[in-house]
Structures are given as C-alpha cells and as structure tokens.
C-alpha cells in the first residue's frame, strides 16, 4: 500500500482551514469530556464545572508541555539556537510525554487548590485519555509523519513523505491500536469496579509505558537523533521512568483505601 498522502487540511471555510491533526486535538478533548461526563456518575466529588476546568487545564498542559518538552527532549541545541522559533507549533513538533508531564503540573496545582488528594483526581481522569492518543495516532497517520522502519510484511506501507519508497511498518496504526485502542479498553473495564488509590493512575503509566516501548521497535528513530544510549530510542528512554513509575505506583496503591472516584456519596 502507498500512503494516500493526504491533503493536510481536512476543510476550509473562507480564509479558515483545518487541519487534520488540529482536528483530531479536537476529537481528542470531545472524546475525553464524554468520557468523564460518564465517569462523573460515579464520582460525587467532580461537578460539572470541575470537568469544565479539568479540560480547559488540560489543554494548557498538554500544549506548553507537549512543546516545551520537545523542545527540550529532541532538539534543546537547535532551539537555543533559535528561541524564536520555540513557540512556533504550526511548524509541528509535539511531545507526548512533555505533555503528559505538563498536565501532571496543572492537574497537581488544581487538586491542591480543591483540596483533592491528586492521585484521587488522576485516577479520574486516566481512563478518558487513551482515546485522545487514539486520536493523536491517526493524525499521525493521515499527515504521513513518524513512520516505522522498513518491513517486508504485506501489511507494509509506503510513505512517500520519508524521502524513499522502501515499504515500511505503519507504526502510526500500531500505536493507535495499542496505546489507543487496547489501553483505553483494559483502562475502562479496570475502571469501572471500586478500585484503591493510585491503582488506575499505575496501570496507566505501565500500560502506555510498555505500549509506546514496544512499538518503538517498529518505529523509525528521529533522524536528528537515531539511536541513543544501549541502541533505545529516546522514545523508549522516556518511557523507562514511566514504567518504573507504573510499578512502584501499583505497590503503593494496593495498600490503600478505596479512591473517591469509585466510591458512591
């Protein structure tokens, strides 16, 4: 299969397009808040306009840090050297786990200022996320960036936009399927039963921990960086504290007391 290389934006009304991966940002924060709005049933301590604020942070934080963290994760010497181009997103380049801790910044400051404890929030809010991912993913796919290395499966794509015509795994889909699809499904169903603190939050961390590290197998490294340190790519670096997180997290949580947001007012 050859990538239809798709036109980038996805409508225009007059002098305003769309593109399609700020299209699926979009998706992504519709999905989350109809998810929560179902998960709100069982959680007497958020109101509806908790859920308003969790999302309006939430893009704040996935944002900035999702742009601070590429720009300090895969190209600090370039930036430096070019500050004025930091706050330039609609040139592309976003980070997944800049922005995952960003919203943990913004999430931890919201809490405190509920008098929340914030694992309690976190584990809230886990379950509504991977579908936003999902979302990211086929954006990713449609834009035909960060392809997969090359493969002879039938199942291979050809991706024009990678300077060559080697058919290469459509990592995209892989992780759209796991860190998306897969992790959102496990998540909810774990979810759904009264569980103990920080419980959901860990099986988070672990899941797309080990997702995103498998799937960068397949995955073609950044070509401005290639392999780092024991041959990882700094995808799968940034997911080594995430895992590590993942379980020491679970340890902690199973000698808790049930979280608020499964547990009936």
Known sequence: MIHPQFDPIALSIGPVAVRWYGLMYLIAFVLFMWLSRIRM??????????????ITIGVLGVVLGGRLGYV?????????????????????GMSFHGGFLGVLVVAAIYAWRKGWRFLDMMDFVAPGVPTGLAAGRMGNFINGELWGRPTEGPWAVVFPQSGDMQPRHPSQLYEFALEG??????????????????????LFL????????????????????????????????????????????????????????????
């Open 41 to 54: 049933r069982q959680t007497p301590a958020v109101s509806a306009v908790d859920l308003d604020n969790m």
């Open 72 to 92: 300090l994760f895969y190209k600090p010497a370039y930036y430096l050297q070019n500050p004025g181009e930091i706050l330039a997103i609609w040139q592309g």
């Open 181 to 202: 699809v897969l992790l959102f499904v496990v998540l909810w169903l774990y979810a759904s039963k009264p569980r103990k603190t920080g419980s959901v939050s860990a």
């Open 206 to 265: 672990l899941g797309y921990g080990v997702s995103r590290f498998v799937v960068e197998y397949a995955r073609e490294p950044d070509r401005f960086l290639g392999p780092q340190a024991l041959g990882m790519t700094m995808g799968q670096w940034l997911c080594v504290p995430m895992m590590v997180g993942g379980v020491a997290l679970w340890i902690w949580s199973q000698r808790q007391s049930l979280a608020w947001s499964t547990v009936k007012a």
